[in-house]
């Protein structure tokens, strides 16, 4: 019997270990792997699986590997997971977490850690390895080919994410002076930004040239796909761009500064995506209050304080992810840059360390346990 139960999360690199020792040609490895999780059930220690540890594990190219890895997570006798109530399936992800504190919110919860709360007794769930992750491994090999996918995807999120076309210090009345370069500027400004963009990508991709290209490319496209028709105002840019993210229009005033309102058109944007998931239309989610929100105010957090980066893979925008799950379980393992990041964030923002537990480091899964 568990007495005091604590929920650890581990790093996707302990999960990867421990689940990879359990079958180690190393009869040592393989004993101390294969009854890590006995021990740590004596310690009182839950280990927490979520979508991005998921994601992470299953990624790699090597199909037998992750074919491994699902089994062994299969034959967990007991961990914690994260689902929304009326989901019969399903690890959850940073998505549901912020679902599930928007329901809390709105409920009428205002308080940062009662919003917390709140969303984690919606959120945690507990039992063994099938209950978590299914019983079928073939649904775990279909996926794979989604993550593989989705790989360039978080690059281009983590090196080009912080691109930005307006400057964000400036008032939507400051930056309605301004007007629409000719098409002739428009090309010339666009070679810039592709370069622009080829020397982040290449931040990303280990200096991969080609798929370097190949990101900036895609986001040059994606600026042409909304370049303005002709006699369009820089105002009516702005407008439309921040309306199409949920900002109403009488929101968008000449002395609001843009940074302000981008924050707010992110968060509207993600209660755009959640709304079906919280039973809540978008016009009642409109009323939650975007710095009642942990795992907004969390993030936005984390973006400020953390470290520059010379290198920019996929990867950090799991390690941004798993950040917030530090409010959510008594110890979380990060690898040392992110546990940097969390020592700084929580020096800066005292309302936010009340909101986490541990953050621990570890080399080996058997760091896992209390020593």
């Not at 978590?132 to 996918?149: F, N, P, Q, T, Y």
């Not at 796909?225 to 105002?235: G, Q, S, Y």
């Not at 209660?271 to 105010?297: H, W």
């Amino acid at each position: 019997m568990i007495d005091r139960p604590h929920i650890i999360a581990p790093d996707s690199s302990h999960w990867a270990k421990w689940l990879d020792a359990i079958h180690s040609p190393i009869p040592d490895v393989r004993r101390r792997a294969a009854n890590l999780h006995e021990r740590l059930m004596a310690q009182g220690r839950i280990p927490l699986l979520s979508w991005h540890h998921i994601e992470e594990l299953l990624g790699g190219k090597d199909d037998e590997c992750a074919a491994a890895r699902v089994s062994n997570l299969q034959a967990m006798p007991f961990m914690a997971w994260l689902r929304l109530p009326h989901a019969k399936e399903g690890i959850g992800s940073i998505v549901d977490i912020f679902a599930a504190e928007v329901m809390a919110a709105s409920e009428g919860h205002r308080d940062l850690a009662v919003v917390r709360d709140r969303a984690r007794s919606l959120l945690m769930m507990t039992g063994n390895g099938r209950l978590a992750i299914g019983d079928h491994g073939w649904v775990w090999k279909a996926v794979r080919s989604v993550l593989h996918s989705r790989q360039d995807h978080l690059t281009a999120v983590s090196t080009l994410g912080s691109m930005e076309s307006f400057d964000q210090t400036k008032t939507i009345g400051e930056l309605s002076k301004f007007s629409i370069a000719r098409p002739d500027v428009s090309r010339v400004k666009l070679a810039r930004i592709r370069a622009q963009a080829i020397q982040q990508a290449l931040r990303g991709t280990n200096g991969d040239a080609a798929k370097a290209k190949e990101l900036a490319d895609d986001f040059v496209e994606q600026i042409l796909a909304i370049l303005p028709p002709p006699r369009t105002t820089v105002r009516d840019l702005l407008v439309s761009s921040l309306v199409s993210q949920g900002v109403e229009e009488v929101e968008i005033r000449d002395e609001y500064v843009l940074a302000d309102l981008t924050r707010l058109a992110l968060f509207r944007n993600q209660l755009q995506l959640v709304a079906e998931e919280t039973g809540k239309s978008f016009s009642d989610l409109k009323r939650v209050p975007m710095n009642t929100i942990p795992t907004f105010v969390i993030n936005e957090a984390f973006s400020t304080h953390r470290q520059v980066r010379d290198k920019l893979p996929g990867s950090n925008v799991h390690d941004r992810h798993l950040a917030v799950l530090a409010a959510y379980c008594d110890v979380l393992y990060v690898d040392r840059r992110t546990a940097e990041d969390l020592l700084r964030l929580r020096r800066k923002e005292p309302h936010i360390d009340a909101l986490m537990g541990e953050i621990a480091k570890g080399s080996d899964f058997e760091a896992l346990l209390i020593k």
